[in-house]
């Protein structure tokens, strides 16, 4: 599971939609407090930041449409309370670019 930290442009087609399901997945957990992944390190740097994470679906749900792409499962705003930045990081910024230039995909994280 991981939620990017990085700009929603520079994300390849696949973590694009990966990361808007496994969005869905961590908000459902949060939210619904279900306990799968529920001590997972991206579950717990979100807790409390349930308004970023939010924020966060949204941009991706920007780019997406951007794209061409339909999107039919918006989440509940009245849910999105906490903090509404998120300062914690399993992966500094510039270690997540390093990941994504790592990987064999069309990300763009320059």
């Not at 930041?49 to 997406?64: F, G, N, Q, S, W």
Request: proline share 3%; hydrophobic share 25%; charged share 35%.
């Amino acid at each position: 599971m991981r939620i990017w930290d990085l700009e929603p442009t520079i994300l390849c087609r696949k973590h694009l939609l990966g990361e808007h399901r496994e969005l869905h997945a961590l908000w459902n957990i949060l939210t619904q407090n279900k306990k799968g992944y529920r001590n997972h390190p991206e579950t717990k740097r979100w807790e409390g930041r349930l308004k970023a994470l939010y924020d966060r679906h949204e941009k991706i749900v920007t780019e997406m449409k951007k794209r061409g792409y339909n999107h039919r499962s918006e989440l509940d705003e009245t849910l999105a309370t906490g903090a509404s930045n998120q300062d914690r990081f399993i992966d500094s910024i510039e270690e997540q670019k390093q990941i994504l230039k790592r990987k064999d995909c069309d990300c763009r994280p320059y």
